[in-house]
């Protein structure tokens, strides 16, 4: 909606010189884009799109002012583009500024879904594991999923999906949210100071919650509690006991650590089921 008021529906062709910049920028790997780029039109626009504080202008280059208008910009250009997983779309996760819009494009698709999540799932079913680009995108439309605002509500839309073929997308949503909603563990690290190699071998491995992405994951695993044991038993386990293990069991004096009763009643069950 943001984008539609702030662009779309102003004159100009704001939309098609933003998508232009910010394809180049991800293309290229750049923070914004030579003005010399952009064609006689496009440089038209841009006095306009300054004065409405969506780029800045300075030393002959153009840049957006925030990161989110050029995800945004980019995300358009997926949706005009259509199939997410054409040869083009493969070769653009070679540059991770093109991920966050990736991802974006697969919450996009979800939340006009409704009911009928049949564009998303043909999305994260149907594409093999080579090449590695294509697989990358599946699990980009995943890790959208606990990396939205709307985390809890993406995630029980898409969960018949996880969950077919034996949960295997569901376990491969844990083995990625284990790492992307994790930050490496600083005080283990420590001990390390004296020889960095070894700390960034382990540093995938030594990790704490990111603990504003776990709420609405625990909350929809608890509420999925049979399938989460019948499919992803030990990735889910994975999942609680770093939880339990690295939160504390009070906030404050009286007041209880939110959501460690889901992830120990969820972790209890899979014990009673192994």
Known sequence: ILWEDWIEHREGGRS?????????????????????????AEQQA?????SSGLVRLKDE????????LGDWAR???????????????????????????????????LEQADNDIAQWRTCVENIPDEPASGALIRDLFLESLFLATNALTLIERAWPVLISNNGALLRRLLD????????????????FTEDNEDALLLAHALRVPYWPYWAPVLMALRSHRDDVVRHASHEAASVCALWLRATPVEIA???AMPWRKEAAEL????????
């Open 75 to 109: 995300m358009r250009v997926l949706v005009g583009d259509g199939a997410i997983t054409a040869s083009v779309n493969q070769q653009r996760t070679q540059s991770p500024r093109w991920h966050r819009a990736i991802r974006l494009f697969g919450q996009r698709i």
């Open 46 to 50: 841009l006095p306009g799109l300054a």
């Open 253 to 255: 004096p009286g007041q």
């Open 16 to 40: 098609h010189v933003l998508k232009t910049v910010g394809s180049q920028e991800a293309d290229s790997l750049s923070k914004g884009v030579s003005r010399q780029s952009l064609g006689f």
């Open 61 to 68: 280059r153009v840049a957006f002012t925030h990161d989110l």
């Open 176 to 191: 990625r949210f284990l790492y992307v909603a994790t930050l490496p563990d600083i005080r283990l690290l420590a001990a």
């Open 267 to 274: 972790a209890v069950a899979i014990a009673r089921e192994v």
